[in-house]
Protein backbone atom coordinates (compact mmCIF):
# COMPACT_ATOMS: atom_id res chain seq x y z
CA UNK A 1 0.00 0.00 0.00
CA UNK A 2 3.09 2.43 1.03
CA UNK A 3 4.91 1.81 -2.57
CA UNK A 4 1.57 2.55 -4.07
CA UNK A 5 1.48 5.62 -2.55
CA UNK A 6 4.37 6.42 -3.23
CA UNK A 7 4.55 5.82 -7.06
CA UNK A 8 1.37 8.12 -7.22
CA UNK A 9 3.39 11.11 -5.73
CA UNK A 10 6.14 10.70 -8.07
CA UNK A 11 3.34 10.18 -10.95
CA UNK A 12 1.45 13.56 -9.72
CA UNK A 13 5.20 15.19 -9.16
CA UNK A 14 6.08 13.80 -12.55
CA UNK A 15 2.91 15.76 -14.21
CA UNK A 16 3.24 18.88 -12.31
CA UNK A 17 7.16 19.08 -13.49
CA UNK A 18 5.94 18.71 -16.94
CA UNK A 19 3.34 21.78 -16.75
CA UNK A 20 5.48 23.72 -15.03
CA UNK A 21 8.10 23.53 -18.03
CA UNK A 22 5.47 24.10 -20.53
CA UNK A 23 4.56 26.96 -18.55
CA UNK A 24 7.85 28.42 -18.23
CA UNK A 25 8.28 27.68 -22.13
CA UNK A 26 5.13 29.57 -22.70
CA UNK A 27 5.91 32.50 -20.75
CA UNK A 28 9.18 32.98 -21.87
CA UNK A 29 7.09 33.11 -25.46
CA UNK A 30 4.82 35.41 -24.11
CA UNK A 31 7.91 37.86 -22.76
CA UNK A 32 9.11 37.63 -26.02
CA UNK A 33 5.78 39.00 -27.72
CA UNK A 34 5.35 41.63 -25.63
CA UNK A 35 8.85 43.07 -27.32
CA UNK A 36 8.20 44.81 -30.12
CA UNK A 37 7.10 48.36 -31.69
CA UNK A 38 3.90 49.10 -33.98
CA UNK A 39 4.58 51.54 -36.49
CA UNK A 40 2.74 53.41 -39.53
CA UNK A 41 3.43 52.83 -43.12
CA UNK A 42 2.44 55.66 -46.02
CA UNK A 43 1.94 55.33 -49.50
CA UNK A 44 0.48 57.86 -51.80
CA UNK A 45 0.07 58.16 -55.48
CA UNK A 46 -1.17 60.18 -58.02
CA UNK A 47 -3.28 58.64 -60.90
CA UNK A 48 -5.27 59.84 -63.73
CA UNK A 49 -9.43 58.77 -63.69
CA UNK A 50 -10.24 55.77 -66.01
CA UNK A 51 -14.01 56.99 -65.75
CA UNK A 52 -16.22 59.75 -66.43
CA UNK A 53 -19.69 59.74 -65.16
CA UNK A 54 -21.87 62.96 -66.67
CA UNK A 55 -24.85 64.02 -65.43
CA UNK A 56 -27.20 66.59 -67.08
CA UNK A 57 -30.80 67.50 -65.61
CA UNK A 58 -33.41 69.55 -66.81
CA UNK A 59 -36.81 70.55 -66.08
CA UNK A 60 -39.83 71.32 -68.51
CA UNK A 61 -42.88 72.98 -66.79
CA UNK A 62 -46.29 73.94 -68.71
CA UNK A 63 -50.13 74.13 -68.13
CA UNK A 64 -50.30 71.72 -71.40
CA UNK A 65 -49.71 68.22 -71.17
CA UNK A 66 -48.97 67.93 -74.83
CA UNK A 67 -46.78 70.88 -75.40
CA UNK A 68 -45.06 69.59 -71.73
CA UNK A 69 -44.17 66.12 -73.56
CA UNK A 70 -42.92 67.94 -76.95
CA UNK A 71 -40.54 70.03 -75.11
CA UNK A 72 -39.51 67.62 -73.14
CA UNK A 73 -38.37 65.40 -76.26
CA UNK A 74 -36.88 68.15 -78.10
CA UNK A 75 -34.52 69.26 -75.12
CA UNK A 76 -33.63 65.46 -75.02
CA UNK A 77 -32.69 65.63 -78.82
CA UNK A 78 -31.18 68.65 -78.31
CA UNK A 79 -29.06 67.01 -75.46
CA UNK A 80 -28.27 64.16 -77.39
CA UNK A 81 -27.03 65.57 -80.81
CA UNK A 82 -24.47 67.91 -78.48
CA UNK A 83 -23.32 65.40 -77.28
CA UNK A 84 -22.96 63.21 -80.10
CA UNK A 85 -21.24 66.27 -81.57
CA UNK A 86 -18.81 65.85 -79.06
CA UNK A 87 -17.73 62.02 -79.76
CA UNK A 88 -19.95 60.02 -77.33
CA UNK A 89 -21.81 56.97 -78.83
CA UNK A 90 -25.26 56.03 -78.01
CA UNK A 91 -24.66 53.25 -76.06
CA UNK A 92 -22.35 55.95 -73.47
CA UNK A 93 -25.58 57.90 -73.23
CA UNK A 94 -28.17 57.10 -71.09
CA UNK A 95 -31.64 58.76 -70.43
CA UNK A 96 -33.68 58.30 -67.01
CA UNK A 97 -37.10 58.00 -66.74
CA UNK A 98 -39.09 61.62 -66.76
CA UNK A 99 -40.27 62.74 -63.69
CA UNK A 100 -43.65 64.70 -63.91
CA UNK A 101 -45.57 66.36 -60.93
CA UNK A 102 -49.07 67.69 -61.00
CA UNK A 103 -49.46 70.74 -59.02
CA UNK A 104 -53.41 70.51 -58.31
CA UNK A 105 -52.83 74.76 -56.56
CA UNK A 106 -55.16 76.42 -57.36
CA UNK A 107 -52.97 79.73 -57.83
CA UNK A 108 -50.17 77.72 -59.48
CA UNK A 109 -48.47 78.86 -62.44
CA UNK A 110 -47.89 75.61 -64.07
CA UNK A 111 -50.17 72.76 -63.79
CA UNK A 112 -47.56 70.10 -64.93
CA UNK A 113 -43.98 69.97 -63.76
CA UNK A 114 -41.51 67.77 -65.04
CA UNK A 115 -37.81 66.78 -64.15
CA UNK A 116 -35.42 64.84 -66.86
CA UNK A 117 -32.02 63.40 -66.44
CA UNK A 118 -29.37 62.05 -68.75
CA UNK A 119 -26.01 60.45 -68.02
CA UNK A 120 -22.92 59.87 -69.65
CA UNK A 121 -20.50 57.26 -68.30
CA UNK A 122 -17.44 56.80 -70.90
CA UNK A 123 -13.82 55.99 -70.21
CA UNK A 124 -13.35 59.02 -72.36
CA UNK A 125 -12.14 61.23 -69.59
CA UNK A 126 -10.28 63.66 -72.02
CA UNK A 127 -13.62 64.04 -73.84
CA UNK A 128 -15.86 63.90 -70.98
CA UNK A 129 -13.78 66.90 -69.40
CA UNK A 130 -13.45 69.10 -72.52
CA UNK A 131 -17.33 68.73 -73.60
CA UNK A 132 -18.48 69.46 -70.27
CA UNK A 133 -16.70 72.91 -70.35
CA UNK A 134 -18.53 73.65 -73.55
CA UNK A 135 -21.99 72.88 -71.61
CA UNK A 136 -23.17 76.21 -72.17
CA UNK A 137 -23.97 75.74 -75.98
CA UNK A 138 -27.39 73.95 -74.69
CA UNK A 139 -28.80 77.28 -73.78
CA UNK A 140 -28.50 78.68 -77.62
CA UNK A 141 -30.67 75.46 -78.12
CA UNK A 142 -33.10 76.40 -75.47
CA UNK A 143 -32.23 73.91 -73.14
CA UNK A 144 -31.53 75.14 -69.73
CA UNK A 145 -30.07 72.51 -67.15
CA UNK A 146 -30.94 72.82 -63.28
CA UNK A 147 -27.75 69.97 -62.57
CA UNK A 148 -24.91 69.91 -64.61
CA UNK A 149 -22.07 68.08 -62.75
CA UNK A 150 -19.40 65.55 -63.88
CA UNK A 151 -17.67 62.82 -61.41
CA UNK A 152 -14.52 60.88 -62.45
CA UNK A 153 -13.49 57.84 -61.08
CA UNK A 154 -10.52 54.94 -61.40
CA UNK A 155 -12.21 51.65 -61.11
CA UNK A 156 -8.27 50.02 -61.60
CA UNK A 157 -7.21 50.13 -57.67
CA UNK A 158 -6.07 46.79 -58.10
CA UNK A 159 -3.90 47.66 -60.58
CA UNK A 160 -1.55 49.53 -58.09
CA UNK A 161 -2.50 47.90 -54.78
CA UNK A 162 0.52 45.21 -54.99
CA UNK A 163 3.14 48.10 -55.35
CA UNK A 164 1.43 50.86 -53.11
CA UNK A 165 0.97 47.98 -50.05
CA UNK A 166 5.06 47.07 -50.79
CA UNK A 167 5.74 50.90 -50.13
CA UNK A 168 3.56 51.25 -47.44
CA UNK A 169 4.97 48.33 -45.55
CA UNK A 170 8.78 49.19 -46.30
CA UNK A 171 8.06 52.88 -45.05
CA UNK A 172 7.14 51.40 -41.91
CA UNK A 173 10.05 48.67 -41.28
CA UNK A 174 12.17 51.92 -42.10
CA UNK A 175 10.88 53.53 -39.03
CA UNK A 176 10.38 50.33 -37.06
CA UNK A 177 14.10 49.81 -37.57
CA UNK A 178 14.87 53.51 -36.99
CA UNK A 179 13.06 53.12 -33.63
CA UNK A 180 14.91 49.64 -32.71
CA UNK A 181 17.81 51.27 -33.48
CA UNK A 182 16.99 54.05 -31.28
CA UNK A 183 16.43 52.09 -28.12
CA UNK A 184 19.61 49.72 -28.52
CA UNK A 185 17.04 46.74 -29.84
CA UNK A 186 17.57 44.32 -33.19
CA UNK A 187 14.43 44.69 -35.41
CA UNK A 188 12.68 41.05 -35.82
CA UNK A 189 10.09 39.43 -37.52
CA UNK A 190 6.42 41.29 -38.44
CA UNK A 191 4.05 39.30 -35.33
CA UNK A 192 0.82 41.27 -36.90
CA UNK A 193 -0.22 43.65 -39.73
CA UNK A 194 -3.55 46.04 -40.82
CA UNK A 195 -2.68 47.10 -44.66
CA UNK A 196 -5.37 49.39 -44.02
CA UNK A 197 -7.67 50.86 -45.68
CA UNK A 198 -7.48 52.61 -49.57
CA UNK A 199 -8.70 56.18 -49.73
CA UNK A 200 -9.10 58.15 -53.20
CA UNK A 201 -9.63 62.04 -53.25
CA UNK A 202 -9.74 64.40 -55.71
CA UNK A 203 -6.29 65.53 -56.60
CA UNK A 204 -7.19 69.64 -55.96
CA UNK A 205 -10.53 71.10 -57.04
CA UNK A 206 -9.08 71.92 -60.19
CA UNK A 207 -8.23 68.87 -62.00
CA UNK A 208 -10.69 66.24 -60.68
CA UNK A 209 -9.76 63.72 -63.10
CA UNK A 210 -6.68 63.47 -61.42
CA UNK A 211 -6.82 61.34 -58.01
CA UNK A 212 -5.03 60.40 -54.81
CA UNK A 213 -4.82 57.43 -53.37
CA UNK A 214 -3.83 56.96 -50.04
CA UNK A 215 -2.92 53.80 -47.57
CA UNK A 216 -2.03 53.84 -44.46
CA UNK A 217 -0.60 50.25 -43.08
CA UNK A 218 0.20 49.31 -39.48
CA UNK A 219 2.74 46.89 -39.04
CA UNK A 220 4.24 45.11 -35.46
CA UNK A 221 7.54 44.25 -35.05
CA UNK A 222 8.79 42.31 -32.75
CA UNK A 223 12.29 43.58 -31.07
CA UNK A 224 15.04 40.96 -30.19
Do not use: C, H
Amino acid sequence: MEKIKNNWVLVVGGVLLVFSIIFLVSARGFSDQGKYVEVKGLSEKIVKADVAIWSLNFEVKSNDIDSLYSDIEKNIASIKTFLKDKGFEDSEINVAPVNIYQDTYRDALFRYNSTSQLSVYTKKVDSARSASKDSLLLVKKGVTLNQNSIEFQFSDINSIKPEMLAEAIKNAKVTAAQFAKESGARLGEVSRGNQGVFDITDKDPGSPEYKKIRVVSTLRFLLK
